[in-house]
């Protein structure tokens, strides 16, 4: 069964930056395309990154510009690496299979206010 631990959230100003980890346990790794998710308080669950087995990613229009995603094959781990943080991008994030998903981790919280 394949586990995903984040880390790495906390409270931040606007403006700020923040570096999100996550650790994936079991499964293989190497094969599966990634993505970084986070839910806001009372909306749903939306996908904010992708990065495929090649290193392909993909942002969403709201993040674009501002989050990087990238992975460590060799460590199982993913990174988002999140620049001029906004109030609207308070949530919690998880990450997971692109397509699936796997059962959810406990996520990390990220909250942006002054």
């Known amino acids: 069964q394949v586990q995903f631990v984040e880390s790495g959230g906390g409270l931040v100003q606007p403006g700020g930056s923040l570096r999100l980890s996550c650790s994936v346990v079991?499964?293989?790794?190497?094969?599966?395309?990634m993505g970084w998710y986070r839910q806001a308080p009372g909306k749903e669950r939306e996908l904010v990154a992708q990065?495929?087995?090649?290193?392909?990613?993909k942002y969403a229009e709201s993040v674009k510009g501002r989050f990087r995603i990238s992975r460590e094959n060799a460590k199982t781990t993913l990174t988002l690496q999140m620049n001029s943080l906004k109030p609207e991008d308070t949530a919690v994030y998880y990450c997971?299979?692109?397509?699936?998903?796997?059962?959810w981790g406990q996520g990390t919280q990220v909250t942006v206010s002054s």
């Open positions: 997971n299979v692109r397509w699936g998903p796997m059962p």
């Open positions: 990065i495929s087995r090649t290193h392909t990613t």
């Open positions: 079991g499964g293989t790794f190497s094969e599966y395309a």
